[in-house]
């Protein structure tokens, strides 16, 4: 099946600074990418949709200037944290449209750590 | 109330046991339904893909909607240790506006 890289799998970092995280599709080509958020015991939460050649499609409530989304060619799309905070700290997960309808690929996520 | 509700388990049951996974949900205009399995640490894969009411079976799994009910199952037969994971359901009305269930921690005992 289709694969999705991230990297990096797990970054810890101090409170302040700005964190880039990558998202790869190794196989194919993704117009559109995902990104979620995952808390302990709660669900994916959909922060934006990013889309290539063009500006990401934030979801309510995610602050754009915070969550810094590029989508620079058809196999990668990049998250960047600016100014990180402790509340920053969660699993982020990014993902591709899948081969079914509604379907997605998923990353296999980075885990960030603010201190 | 969330669009997508999913006990979060944990659900811990013996090798060998036939497991039952449930959500409701709330917007009668979700078309598609998924079960996804997640790993610790790991993102989530895609198990089971259903469009509209009915049943679709593979291998030990099988997944079914009844929209009359708003209720989706997913049902892990001859249950085993590998299947020890957290199992999302998911719901879209279409154009990749998929909602989450908590996902039901499942562990199975050898």
């Known amino acids: 099946g289709a694969v999705v890289s991230q990297h990096p799998s797990r970054v810890i970092c101090k409170s302040g600074t700005s964190v880039k995280i990558e998202c790869r599709s190794l196989d194919f080509q993704a117009t559109t990418m995902f990104w979620y958020r995952q808390f302990p015991k709660q669900s994916l939460m959909l922060m934006a949709t990013s889309n290539e050649g063009s500006k990401a499609t934030y979801e309510q409530g995610v602050e754009k200037d915070k969550f810094l989304i590029n989508h620079a060619s058809l196999t990668l799309s990049t998250l960047t944290v600016t100014s990180a905070h402790p509340e920053d700290s969660s699993f982020y997960i990014c993902?591709?449209?899948?081969?079914?309808?509604?379907?997605?690929?998923f990353g296999p996520g980075t885990r960030l750590l603010v201190l | 109330q969330k669009e997508v509700e999913q006990d979060p388990g944990p659900l811990s049951v013996p090798e060998g046991a036939i497991v039952s996974l449930n959500c409701t949900y709330s917007?009668?205009?979700?078309?598609?339904f998924m079960w996804y399995r997640q790993y610790s640490r790991k993102g989530p894969e895609l198990l089971m893909y259903t469009y509209s009411s009915g049943n679709k079976e593979d291998g030990r799994f099988t997944a079914q909607v009844d929209k009359s009910s708003k209720y989706i199952s997913l049902f892990i037969r001859d249950s085993q240790p590998s299947d020890s994971a957290t199992y999302l359901c998911?719901?879209?009305?279409?154009?990749?506006?998929?909602?989450f269930g908590t996902g039901t921690k499942l562990q199975v005992i050898p």
């Open positions: 993902s591709a449209p899948g081969g079914a309808q509604e379907t997605q690929y």
């Open positions: 998911a719901t879209s009305t279409g154009y990749q506006k998929v909602t």
């Open positions: 917007n009668s205009a979700f078309q598609y």
